[in-house]
């Protein structure tokens, strides 16, 4: 098994940026796909990004592309998502996850592990 803990959550105002991590310990970290979900206040966790076991590949929501970015590294057992360009919607708790599948897809089920998940609150 993989253990997660998020950190780097916090309260910024529109238009900031915060970095988001993800430190991994257990199995081989390099082994997992990883990915960040956010669940917004009364709304179904959801789909952010995803990047590869070699971080050669990486997807995101329509909503964050050109805005966040995912990135690892395996030398440290860690995943970062950077947010720019923050909007009040962009308000929720981000989880990040860890899947054994070479190519998960953007859904919950695609991930067998997850971390506590880390607050982020963006004011107006």
């Known amino acids: 098994q993989v253990q997660l803990v998020e950190s780097g959550g916090g309260v910024v105002q529109a238009g900031g940026s915060l970095k988001l991590s993800c430190a991994a310990s257990g199995r081989t970290f390099s082994n997992y796909a990883m990915g960040w979900f956010r669940q917004p206040p009364g709304k179904e966790r959801e789909f952010v990004a995803r990047?590869?076991?070699?971080?050669?590949?990486?997807i995101y929501a329509d909503s964050v592309r050109g805005r966040f970015t995912i990135s690892r590294d395996n030398a440290k057992n860690t995943v970062y998502l950077e947010m720019n360009s923050l909007k009040p919607e962009d308000t929720a708790v981000y989880y990040c996850?860890?899947?054994?599948?070479?190519?998960?897809?953007?859904?919950?089920?695609?991930?067998?592990?997850w971390g506590q998940g880390t607050q982020v609150t963006v004011s107006s």
């Open positions: 996850a860890a899947s054994t599948l070479a190519v998960p897809s953007s859904t919950l089920r695609s991930y067998g592990y």
């Open positions: 990047i590869s076991r070699s971080a050669g590949s990486t």
